[in-house]
Protein backbone atom coordinates (compact mmCIF):
# COMPACT_ATOMS: atom_id res chain seq x y z
CA UNK A 1 0.00 0.00 0.00
CA UNK A 2 2.98 2.50 0.70
CA UNK A 3 4.17 2.08 -2.15
CA UNK A 4 1.12 3.46 -3.75
CA UNK A 5 2.76 6.81 -1.68
CA UNK A 6 5.90 6.62 -2.60
CA UNK A 7 6.77 6.70 -6.14
CA UNK A 8 5.33 8.98 -8.48
CA UNK A 9 2.11 8.39 -10.51
CA UNK A 10 -0.68 8.28 -8.04
CA UNK A 11 0.26 10.57 -4.91
CA UNK A 12 2.73 13.39 -5.22
CA UNK A 13 5.02 14.12 -1.47
CA UNK A 14 5.57 17.41 -0.97
CA UNK A 15 8.87 17.97 1.44
CA UNK A 16 7.83 21.47 2.43
CA UNK A 17 4.42 20.63 3.93
CA UNK A 18 5.68 16.66 4.75
CA UNK A 19 1.82 15.54 3.21
CA UNK A 20 0.85 13.48 0.35
CA UNK A 21 -1.18 15.61 -2.61
CA UNK A 22 -2.66 13.56 -5.62
CA UNK A 23 -0.36 13.67 -8.91
CA UNK A 24 -1.06 16.04 -11.56
CA UNK A 25 0.51 13.59 -13.94
CA UNK A 26 -2.22 12.54 -16.50
CA UNK A 27 -4.17 8.91 -14.91
CA UNK A 28 -5.50 6.42 -18.17
CA UNK A 29 -6.64 4.29 -15.07
CA UNK A 30 -8.54 5.23 -12.24
CA UNK A 31 -9.23 1.63 -11.22
CA UNK A 32 -5.58 2.00 -8.90
CA UNK A 33 -7.30 4.58 -6.91
CA UNK A 34 -10.19 2.43 -6.53
CA UNK A 35 -7.99 -0.59 -5.36
CA UNK A 36 -6.30 2.39 -3.35
CA UNK A 37 -9.60 3.04 -1.56
CA UNK A 38 -10.68 -1.02 -0.86
CA UNK A 39 -7.54 -1.82 0.32
CA UNK A 40 -7.76 1.17 3.14
CA UNK A 41 -11.35 0.18 3.67
CA UNK A 42 -9.58 -3.12 4.48
CA UNK A 43 -7.39 -2.18 6.56
CA UNK A 44 -9.36 0.25 8.74
CA UNK A 45 -11.48 -2.40 9.46
CA UNK A 46 -8.82 -4.64 10.77
CA UNK A 47 -7.55 -0.95 12.82
CA UNK A 48 -4.39 -0.80 10.95
CA UNK A 49 -3.53 2.47 9.61
CA UNK A 50 -1.27 4.27 7.33
CA UNK A 51 1.63 6.72 8.34
CA UNK A 52 0.11 8.50 5.21
CA UNK A 53 -0.99 12.41 5.62
CA UNK A 54 -2.61 14.49 3.80
CA UNK A 55 -3.32 18.24 4.16
CA UNK A 56 -6.59 19.67 6.21
CA UNK A 57 -7.98 20.69 2.76
CA UNK A 58 -7.90 17.19 1.48
CA UNK A 59 -10.68 16.43 4.73
CA UNK A 60 -12.39 19.79 3.73
CA UNK A 61 -13.29 18.36 0.15
CA UNK A 62 -13.80 15.18 1.72
CA UNK A 63 -16.74 16.89 3.82
CA UNK A 64 -18.17 19.00 1.43
CA UNK A 65 -20.70 19.80 0.58
CA UNK A 66 -22.49 18.57 3.76
CA UNK A 67 -24.56 15.24 3.55
CA UNK A 68 -27.45 16.20 5.58
CA UNK A 69 -29.88 15.55 3.93
CA UNK A 70 -27.99 13.08 2.08
CA UNK A 71 -28.58 13.37 -1.61
CA UNK A 72 -27.05 11.01 -3.65
CA UNK A 73 -27.11 13.13 -7.17
CA UNK A 74 -24.87 15.89 -5.48
CA UNK A 75 -20.85 16.04 -6.06
CA UNK A 76 -18.73 15.07 -3.53
CA UNK A 77 -15.56 17.12 -2.94
CA UNK A 78 -16.85 20.67 -4.68
CA UNK A 79 -16.02 23.48 -2.25
CA UNK A 80 -14.44 26.97 -2.75
CA UNK A 81 -10.57 26.66 -2.09
CA UNK A 82 -8.05 29.46 -1.24
CA UNK A 83 -4.33 30.18 -0.79
CA UNK A 84 -4.46 29.06 2.69
CA UNK A 85 -5.33 25.24 1.34
CA UNK A 86 -2.98 25.79 -1.20
CA UNK A 87 -0.38 26.67 1.23
CA UNK A 88 -0.72 23.65 3.01
CA UNK A 89 0.46 21.56 0.39
CA UNK A 90 2.72 23.66 -1.86
CA UNK A 91 3.64 26.41 0.13
CA UNK A 92 6.13 28.30 -1.85
CA UNK A 93 3.76 28.20 -5.04
CA UNK A 94 1.11 29.67 -2.77
CA UNK A 95 3.73 32.25 -1.87
CA UNK A 96 4.65 32.89 -5.33
CA UNK A 97 0.96 33.41 -6.27
CA UNK A 98 0.08 35.85 -2.64
CA UNK A 99 3.23 37.57 -4.09
CA UNK A 100 2.36 38.04 -7.54
CA UNK A 101 -1.26 39.13 -6.62
CA UNK A 102 0.18 42.54 -4.27
CA UNK A 103 3.23 43.11 -6.77
CA UNK A 104 2.37 46.68 -7.97
CA UNK A 105 5.11 47.10 -10.82
CA UNK A 106 3.99 46.27 -14.49
CA UNK A 107 3.29 42.05 -14.38
CA UNK A 108 3.09 41.39 -18.30
CA UNK A 109 6.78 43.67 -19.28
CA UNK A 110 8.43 42.59 -15.39
CA UNK A 111 7.24 38.55 -15.74
CA UNK A 112 6.61 38.15 -19.70
CA UNK A 113 4.74 35.06 -18.67
CA UNK A 114 1.89 33.44 -20.40
CA UNK A 115 -1.00 30.94 -18.72
CA UNK A 116 -3.76 28.66 -19.78
CA UNK A 117 -7.21 28.68 -18.44
CA UNK A 118 -7.79 24.89 -20.05
CA UNK A 119 -6.08 22.32 -21.35
CA UNK A 120 -7.96 23.28 -24.72
CA UNK A 121 -7.97 26.80 -24.98
CA UNK A 122 -5.05 29.21 -25.82
CA UNK A 123 -2.44 30.26 -23.72
CA UNK A 124 -2.84 33.88 -21.95
CA UNK A 125 -0.13 36.81 -21.52
CA UNK A 126 0.15 37.40 -17.79
CA UNK A 127 -1.03 41.34 -17.13
CA UNK A 128 -1.62 42.77 -13.56
CA UNK A 129 -4.83 42.94 -15.18
CA UNK A 130 -5.89 39.06 -15.41
CA UNK A 131 -2.99 37.89 -12.51
CA UNK A 132 -6.03 37.28 -10.42
CA UNK A 133 -7.70 35.09 -12.55
CA UNK A 134 -4.23 33.07 -13.19
CA UNK A 135 -4.15 32.91 -9.43
CA UNK A 136 -7.53 31.39 -9.02
CA UNK A 137 -7.27 29.04 -11.59
CA UNK A 138 -4.13 27.66 -10.07
CA UNK A 139 -6.18 27.16 -6.93
CA UNK A 140 -8.80 25.52 -8.64
CA UNK A 141 -6.11 23.48 -10.81
CA UNK A 142 -4.19 21.80 -8.11
CA UNK A 143 -7.12 21.92 -5.28
CA UNK A 144 -10.22 20.85 -7.38
CA UNK A 145 -10.23 20.12 -10.84
CA UNK A 146 -6.32 18.15 -10.66
CA UNK A 147 -8.84 15.69 -8.57
CA UNK A 148 -12.67 15.97 -9.34
CA UNK A 149 -12.29 12.15 -10.61
CA UNK A 150 -10.59 10.56 -7.31
CA UNK A 151 -13.43 12.13 -5.21
CA UNK A 152 -16.23 11.04 -7.36
CA UNK A 153 -14.87 7.13 -6.52
CA UNK A 154 -15.48 7.24 -2.77
CA UNK A 155 -18.92 6.49 -2.06
CA UNK A 156 -20.51 7.87 1.40
CA UNK A 157 -20.29 4.38 2.97
CA UNK A 158 -16.57 4.08 2.54
CA UNK A 159 -16.34 7.48 3.94
CA UNK A 160 -17.96 6.47 7.14
CA UNK A 161 -15.84 3.29 7.95
CA UNK A 162 -13.25 4.88 6.97
CA UNK A 163 -13.46 7.17 10.05
CA UNK A 164 -15.81 5.68 11.98
CA UNK A 165 -14.99 1.75 11.70
CA UNK A 166 -16.76 -0.99 10.91
CA UNK A 167 -20.48 -1.00 12.43
CA UNK A 168 -20.71 -4.62 13.17
CA UNK A 169 -18.49 -5.61 16.13
CA UNK A 170 -17.73 -9.38 16.62
CA UNK A 171 -18.84 -9.80 20.35
CA UNK A 172 -17.57 -13.43 20.87
CA UNK A 173 -13.67 -11.88 19.32
CA UNK A 174 -14.09 -9.47 22.08
CA UNK A 175 -14.68 -11.10 24.54
CA UNK A 176 -12.33 -14.09 23.86
CA UNK A 177 -9.47 -10.71 24.04
CA UNK A 178 -10.52 -9.28 27.04
CA UNK A 179 -8.41 -9.12 30.28
CA UNK A 180 -10.67 -8.78 33.34
CA UNK A 181 -8.63 -6.73 35.51
CA UNK A 182 -10.02 -7.55 38.82
CA UNK A 183 -13.17 -8.96 38.11
CA UNK A 184 -14.39 -12.05 36.09
CA UNK A 185 -15.95 -12.86 32.87
CA UNK A 186 -19.36 -13.46 35.36
CA UNK A 187 -19.23 -10.96 37.21
CA UNK A 188 -22.32 -8.50 37.42
CA UNK A 189 -20.55 -5.76 36.52
CA UNK A 190 -19.02 -7.42 33.19
CA UNK A 191 -22.81 -8.81 31.54
Not at 28 to 49: A, H, M, P, Q
Amino acid sequence: MKLCFYFPGMFMYHKDSYCHWFSSFKCDNYSEFRLVGIVSFKLSTRSITLDIRFPPCCYKKLLSPPIVPNDQSMPVGICSVTTDDLCQIMPELAHGLSELLSYEGNVEEDFYSTFQVSLRANSFLLTSENSYNFTFFNHHFFLSFLINNYWQLLRPEEVEILVCGSPELDMHALQRSTQYEGYAKTDLTIR
